[in-house]
DNA sequence: GGCCGATCCATGGGATCCCATGCATTGTCT
DNA sequence: AGACAATGCATGGGATCCCATGGATCGGCC
């Protein structure tokens, strides 16, 4: 269906002025995001709220951090890492345009209700349908049997 | 919007069945699925079709004619190439397992039509609102004024 | 305390994606 | 025929994505 195509490339062809201004691509601004809204309590916290990879995040979080505007604190726990924005780091997700994603969310937000459930409901039935939602309870940290580590021998035959 | 997100996820982790079977990514299948629907007059036309830039698609493509899955034979411009499927490629898009955006399209296609026709609705009224369309006709060989070379010169502000 | 399984993150490897550019080809104009 | 702009594709460079794995750390059990 061209629509959902159409979203999908928009989503992949992300606003480069951020990267044009402040040297920033679409997934730092996006990690940037996402710690404004609340700072994450190790890598895999992000991971899960941005729906990448852990070794994803580790490199763009990595950069962000070079660039100083995330800071990287050791948790108690020796593995993780609290990270949360730097003064810097917020003043750029305040002032730099906006990513698509972060966007269509206040699209959605000035919806009249009933058009914004209509929405919602249709793009929640289609999710279940194709199988998108068997692919998420990992991420969300939902209550799940832990996943065996990932090996060769556990590819799907 | 987590539907819309899981959509997106679903997608990009694509079924790594026809990869443990035939050595084959995502983007390589869907590609095949595109020369089966129809072959194409040109790489471009191709790179139009799924909507990713031409770049990729040349080194998609330069993989499955490796590989003995599609031909690539001069056109009358030779700048272009017409690209099939060979008869071992029309096999395996017969019986590798389906891209979760091939399926995808066969479920929209079951359902009821005046479900799909609401879906169809959301999805295209949530890609206009987002500005997705202006993407779009770019890609889709739509009458357009020509788009000038990128150049560094080009870069938006 | 020692052992072992589980967990976390950094890193390697490979593929794909985009933008930019070079080279070959084509079409148009003089 | 020659010049030049436009077009098509291969290729380089960089970033991101995933899977796999190693090393460090943690928690539970003996």
Chains 1, 2 share one sequence.
Do not use: C
């Not at 601004?29 to 991971?47: G, I, K, N, R, Y």
Request: glycine share 2%; hydrophobic share 50%.
């Amino acid at each position: 269906m061209v629509a959902l195509r159409r979203i999908v490339r928009l989503f992949r062809l992300a606003d480069r002025e951020a990267e044009a201004q402040y040297g920033l691509s679409a997934a730092q601004l996006f990690v940037l995001h996402v710690l404004w809204q609340e700072p994450a309590m190790s890598l895999a916290d992000v991971a899960a709220r941005t729906m990448t990879d852990q070794s994803s995040v580790s490199t763009v979080v990595a950069k962000l951090v070079d660039k100083k505007l995330v800071t990287k604190k050791p948790a108690t726990d020796r593995r993780r890492a609290e990270l949360r924005l730097t003064a810097k780091g917020e003043i750029i997700v305040r002032t730099a345009p906006r990513l698509p994603q972060v966007s269509a969310l206040d699209v959605i937000a000035a919806m009249p209700g009933k058009q914004r459930a209509e929405l919602v409901r249709a793009f929640e039935s289609f999710a279940a349908a194709i199988g998108a939602n068997e692919m998420a309870p990992r991420m969300l940290f939902e209550d799940e049997p832990a996943r065996p580590r990932r090996s060769r021998t556990d590819v799907p035959a």
